[in-house]
């Protein structure tokens, strides 16, 4: 058969599993990336069934998925609500580093793959995915709740740290001398900073670019300009996925939301493609070696990260009940933990099993945990805790 006729079977095939696996994830309450995420194993390198010509468009299907979830996350702040919250949760911030980064890179460390597989894996337990949970909080009604603010401010410092972050380990990776990989942290820090900058005093100018009233336009204007930025960030070795996030925090109004809405169904589709790609690329024969690790890693960083989100809600007044939702949101990890593994497997090629297998267990167990802060046992036992606590 031609080449294009092999693709679109093989796409159509995949699509078509991906449907029927959401479907059951719904009926079960669960995330579908983890089954996505299956579904790219079996299809993958050393699968069932490998797939090789449909390969380069996963690929760069993946690429958009991650664009478009974090510029739809960006369309959901505002630039003032991105500099407040900025700068009332440093702390909180500084506290999730500390708890979630130092237990990988020790991790990283005792797995014997030196500095690089340190600062590698430390970023991979850092990181909370902002598309899960972002998802997870619309699921689940959370999206007004007194915590939500606490847990999207997190998400944004994390996110922003990408920015200084990838670039350094770009450098590492790649081996350059220290003087290149200080300058190539410094140009990404100034672009960011210019960035940032532009977003918040012009913004609104932004804004002004596309209209609310025309679809067509809208999906267009706002698609092609959040690639092109993506494109040339990281181009300065800046994150796409950062570049498109600040673009989404420029835009605001009706402009903001029409896009939201329209683009969703977009970014669902991109989004999926993304995680069956890392699946896809993923040795499976590779994975039975990384379970026990990659459940362990997965456990401790998970209560790090509930840690981290109690503390953080707390600080901002929230009662108990809010500050276990807010901990158990921020336990799941997923594009930006696989991403950093994808960079670090040239250098330590078994960080990506070990990634598939630490991912698929944080967002099973952090969608699950998440359900649990409803749960009337839970609700009830929160507040016997409460009553019993002293008065401060």
Avoid: C
């Avoid at 990408?162 to 590492?172: E, G, K, N």
């Avoid at 994808?342 to 297998?357: E, F, H, Q, R």
């Avoid at 967002?363 to 749960?375: M, N, P, Y």
């Amino acid at each position: 058969m031609h080449h294009t006729t092999i693709v679109l079977i093989e796409v159509g095939a995949v699509l078509f599993g991906m449907s029927l696996l959401a479907r059951i994830a719904s009926r079960i309450g669960l995330s579908p990336i983890p089954f996505y995420l299956i579904l790219g194993l079996v299809f993958g390198t050393g699968g069932v069934i490998p797939l090789a010509d449909s390969s380069e468009f996963f690929s760069v299907g993946a690429e958009i998925g991650v664009i478009l979830l974090l510029a739809l996350l960006g369309l959901e702040y505002s630039p003032t609500e991105l500099v407040q919250g900025l700068r009332r949760s440093k702390l909180a911030g500084t506290v999730d580093l500390l708890l979630n980064a130092l237990p990988g890179a020790a991790f990283g460390l005792l797995l014997g793959w030196g500095p690089v597989g340190a600062v590698a894996l430390g970023g991979i337990t850092w990181i909370t995915s902002s598309g899960v949970v972002a998802k997870l909080l619309r699921d689940l009604g959370r999206v007004g709740n007194r915590e939500t603010p606490v847990i999207l401010s997190i998400l944004v410092i994390e996110d922003l740290a990408m920015a200084f972050y990838l670039p350094l380990l770009s450098a590492l990776v790649i081996g350059v001398s220290l003087l290149r990989g200080a300058i190539t942290v410094a140009i990404a820090v100034g672009v960011v900073l210019a960035i940032l900058f532009l977003v918040v005093r012009f913004g609104h100018v932004v804004s002004r670019l596309f209209t609310p009233d025309l679809t067509e336009p809208l999906v267009l204007g706002v698609l092609g300009t959040t690639m092109l930025v993506a494109g040339l960030a990281e181009e300065v070795n800046v994150s796409a996925a950062v570049g498109a996030f600040l673009v989404g925090i420029a835009l605001s109004g009706r402009v903001a939301r029409k896009a939201q809405e329209v683009m969703s169904p977009l970014r669902d589709l991109f989004a999926a493609v993304f995680f069956v790609f890392f699946g896809l690329a993923t040795d499976a024969t590779t994975l039975p070696g990384m379970l026990l690790p990659g459940i362990v890693l997965g456990v401790i960083t998970m209560a790090t990260k509930v840690a981290t989100g109690y503390h953080a809600a707390r600080r901002a007044g929230i009662g108990i009940p809010g500050r276990w939702r807010t901990g158990f949101a921020l336990t799941v990890r997923g594009e930006f933990s696989i991403i950093i593994a994808g960079l670090a497997a040239i250098t330590v090629p078994d960080i990506a099993p070990l990634a598939a297998v630490y991912v698929l267990t944080t967002i099973f167990a952090g969608t699950l945990l998440a359900r649990v802060a409803d749960a009337g046992w839970f609700k009830r036992l929160t507040r016997r805790r409460a009553a019993a606590a002293p008065v401060p």
